[in-house]
């Protein structure tokens, strides 16, 4: 460990790097935010408090069906998509195994291609089995990019644990099943946990991959704004836009003290 | 092993490894296989007749007497996109790396703090982020409305829909990917190795250049494919910052599937994005062999 007091760690200039760096991150996210609140309807010019663009926003139907949407692809995604990626993970623990590197490959894959061409292939092949874009198809495409996101934190917390807490388990009689829902399972669950909200995050933000294989009755949140951003800018997208930082600000600090916990 | 128990476990891993393959394998082979079908006359492809059309397309106009005619219209596409997402990743890095040194400089309690600062806008919808430039960057925005009051300019900024703006929103999006792999590369930084080169009369320079950047190296690669992968084939950035002169690879595959209705051409422009992702990364895995990989 380091003295940060020691001159020879200092280095002022990246003091001042710093500063401006997070004001580059930040500046624009906070005006987005002021801007929700403000009673003028040109959308960047300050006039007076208001909530009146939440208020539009929370009794406009398209955006909220557009919440709903965006909520049960978001949580069956998530369900779906932590239960295997948390097989898998278990699966992957333990001695090495000749599938083991063809497995990290694919799940490697969502992560590694770019989204738009995710989207194309994904759109390409629902067309060609003749399955009908909708809720379904922009499920199906959601569970597997998010299995990776699910994966990571498991496996990461998986490669840390014990073995001889198992081997204990075992010398006391435990069945590998009764090992596994008494040991592996309670130790595994902030990796679970972390892992889950990672994909439900991403299932949330993603617009690309939705924005191909959602057709027109499954429009998402994302999917939504971008319609409206692209007729022009609002107070309402300021405010809609808001509401999205929030919750992933939610989850985010969620995660992180979770994590800080263990 | 026993045998039970390999079944078992292909029988845990299985679920997972069935929905990427069949859901993402397969599709990217099909699309493979259409590029080189026939395009529908109004979307789809003609399933059976075979041309190698798409991608002649890319270099190649037919004009009205049906000879091929050199046009770089896609080229020019393709070659802006390479631009733009090489400076971004040239930028993040410059910047990311000093940002990533003085973060591991700090106690651990500073260090989580920064850290949870950075990833705040890694995990924000990046439809939002970009956004948030339009209310900056437009006519009467922010940085317009400021510089008229500080009476630094008078006629209107005419920042939006520049390849500038794009730039900015490609910079900002990807900032943070840069940071968090160049950290987890430096976080384990072992601060005896600078001591010793101090002690040795290596400047601050000689310290930086010979110990520090090649320790980092590992995650400054990583940072930098994490920037360029998903900046070449970004498609909303430039479609709401940037104006028609500032089309990217990821407007013009979209555009295949609306405005254009050419699938094949779609479907060859996806597949030579890809082919390029794919050779980074083997260069990648080559290069960095059991170093860790992206994804671990």
Redesign the interface.
Known sequence: M?N?RNP??R?PS??V??VA??A??????I??IV?SFNQNQ????WTTFSFDWYKNVLENPNILRAAQNSLIVALVATVVSTV??T??A???A??A?K?QN???G?????????????A??????F??IGLELGLTTVI??H??FC??FA??PI?ARLEGLDPKLLEAASDLYARPWQAFARVTLPLLLPGIVSGAMLAF?TS??D??ITF?VAGAGATTL?VY??GM??TG?SPE??AI?TL??AA??V??MLS?FIS?KK | ?KRSS?V??????S???I???V??????L??AL?SWLEAGQFG?VKWGSYTPEAYLKFLFDRDLSDHLVFNTDYLSIFSRSFQLAGITTFLTLL?AF??A??IA???PKHR?WLM??????F???????T??????L?N???ID?SLHSLGVLNTPINAMYTPIAVQIGLV?AF??FMVLPIYTSLEKLD?RL??AA?DLYANRWQTMRRIVIPLAAPGMVAGCILVF??A?????IP??LGGAKTLM??NL??QQ?GVSRN?PF??AL??A??AV?LMF?LIYALRFRGKG????
Not at chain 2, 131 to 136: G, Q, T
């Open positions: 380091i940060p020879l760690w280095y990246l003091g790097l710093m760096f997070f580059f991150l930040y500046v624009p996210i005006v987005l801007l040109t959308a960047t010019i295997f990626a097989m898998a278990v699966g992957m333990g001695k195994f599938a063809a497995f990290n694919l799940v490697g894959l969502p992560l590694l291609v770019p989204e738009i061409v995710t194309v292939a994904s759109l390409l092949f067309l060609a199906i495409a569970v597997v299995i990776p994966y990571l496996r995050i949330m933000d617009f690309v191909f994302p704004i971008f951003i692209r800018i997208v300021n836009s999205l930082f992933s600000l989850i985010v992180f800080q | 092993m390999l078992g476990r292909y029988a845990l891993i679920p997972a490894a929905l990427i393959f859901f993402m394998l397969l599709p990217m099909l699309m259409m789809g910047t000093p940002v040194f003085y400089l700090q106690t989580t949870l600062l950075i990833t705040i806008p995990w924000t919808n990046l439809l939002v982020r956004y948030a430039w339009i209310l900056l437009r009467g925005g922010l409305s900002y900032l943070p601060w600078l001591e101090y992968v998903p070449l084939g970004t498609f909303f479609e709401l690879i990821g595959i979209q599937f699938w779609g479907a996806s597949f994005l890809l992702v990364m990989s992206l994804t671990q």
